[in-house]
C-alpha cells in the first residue's frame, strides 16, 4: 500500500513546487510547503476518496490551503519596481529588510519523462509572479487556479473551502489588479523567437563581458527596466540603465566571466568579477527580451538564491 502510495502521488511533485513557487514568491519556502504537502498527504492516505476527487485535484487541494497557511498575515515577496519610485542612475544605494521574490532555477522543473504534466513556463516569469505579490493570498490562489491550472470554480471553491460566489468574486478583483499591472498569465512580453532571443542574450553577454557599454545599451528596449533587491533602487529607459553600468564597470573594472543560467523560463547568467587571482560571484542576473531587445534586468546580490543555483562562490582564471 506504502510502495504504491508513493508511487500514485511522487508525479505531481514539480507541478505542485511549480504552483507553491507562484504562490509564495520563494523556492526554499516553495520546497518546503511541497515536503509538508507530501506529508500532509501520507498521514491522510487512508482518507483518500477516488470517487470524489482525482489524486492531482486532491494534491492540489492540500499544497493550496498549506500556502494559505504559510502565507497567514499575508506577506509578500514583492519585486523594488512594485514598491517605490524609479531612482535616479547614481543615486546612493538604499538596501531594504523587505523580504523579495526569489527566481526560481529551470533545473528544479525539468523531467526527462515526458509523461509529466507540462509546466506553463510563462506564468512563472519574474514579471508575472511579481505582479502577482500585489494579490492578496487568497485572490492569489483564485487567479492561479482558474487562470494557470484551469480549474472550473466549483473545483476551485472545493479546493479552497469556499463558495462559487466567493470564487468568482475573487477572481473578478484578481483580475483587475493583474490588469492594472499590465502583465498576462498568456503575455510573454512580446518575445520574439527562441532561436533570436538566444542570439541576442549571447550578444548581451559578449558586451558585459567586456565592459562594453554601448554594446549594451544597443541591445536595450527603449523603456527597459533594471531592478536589483535587495537593493530598493531600480531604473528604467536607456540612458538610466547605461549610467548605471557606467558607474558599475568603473567600480569593479573591467574583467568578467559568467555562467549561464535559466530561471522562471527566462535566459541569464552568474556575473563574475575578477578579485584577485581569480573571479567572485557578483551577481545573478535574469533577462526578458521582448521583440525590441532587453526589457527587464532582474538582477540578485543574495546568497540564498546563489545556493539554490548551485552557484560557485569563484571561478579560476581557467
Not at 529551470?106 to 505582479?131: E, G, M, Q, Y
Not at 493570498?137 to 469556499?162: C, W
Amino acid at each position: 500500500m506504502s510502495v504504491a502510495f508513493d508511487e500514485l502521488i511522487e508525479p505531481y511533485r514539480r507541478e505542485l513546487t511549480a504552483h507553491c513557487y507562484r504562490m509564495l514568491g520563494s523556492i526554499h519556502d516553495a520546497e518546503d510547503v511541497v515536503q509538508e504537502t507530501y506529508l500532509r498527504a501520507w498521514r491522510a492516505r487512508d482518507a483518500y476518496d477516488a470517487s470524489r476527487a482525482s489524486v492531482r485535484t486532491w494534491m492540489y487541494r492540500i499544497a493550496t490551503n498549506a500556502c494559505l497557511t504559510a502565507r497567514a498575515g499575508d506577506a509578500r515577496r514583492p519585486m523594488p519596481s512594485g514598491v517605490v519610485a524609479p531612482s535616479e542612475p547614481l543615486a546612493p544605494f538604499v538596501p531594504s529588510e523587505v523580504t523579495w521574490l526569489q527566481p526560481l532555477p529551470d533545473a528544479l522543473l525539468d523531467s526527462d519523462d515526458p509523461a509529466r504534466t507540462v509546466i506553463d513556463r510563462s506564468t512563472l516569469r519574474l514579471a508575472f509572479v511579481a505582479a502577482l505579490q500585489h494579490l492578496s493570498a487568497r485572490q492569489r490562489a483564485v487567479l492561479i487556479l482558474r487562470d494557470v491550472l484551469d480549474f472550473s470554480a466549483a473545483e476551485t471553491a472545493e479546493l479552497i473551502d469556499a463558495t462559487v460566489i466567493s470564487v468568482n468574486s475573487a477572481l473578478r478583483r484578481a483580475r483587475a489588479t493583474m490588469s492594472a499591472s499590465g502583465v498576462r498569465a498568456d503575455d510573454e512580453g512580446g518575445a520574439s523567437p527562441e532561436a533570436e532571443q538566444r542570439e541576442l542574450v549571447e550578444r548581451y553577454v559578449t558586451a558585459f563581458v567586456s565592459a562594453n557599454v554601448e554594446g549594451l545599451k544597443q541591445l536595450l528596449a527603449e523603456d527597459v527596466l533594471l531592478e536589483m533587491p535587495p537593493m530598493t533602487n531600480w531604473f528604467t529607459g536607456r540612458a538610466g540603465y547605461t549610467a548605471f553600468m557606467e558607474w558599475v564597470f568603473t567600480v569593479n573594472g573591467d574583467d568578467w566571466r559568467t555562467v549561464p543560467v535559466a530561471a522562471n523560463g527566462q535566459p541569464g547568467f552568474a556575473a563574475y568579477v575578477r578579485d584577485g587571482d581569480g573571479y567572485r560571484l557578483h551577481t545573478l542576473q535574469i533577462l526578458d527580451v521582448g521583440r525590441d531587445g532587453i526589457t527587464r534586468n532582474s538582477v540578485f546580490l543574495d546568497q540564498a538564491v546563489f545556493t539554490a543555483f548551485g552557484l560557485a562562490p569563484r571561478l579560476t582564471t581557467a
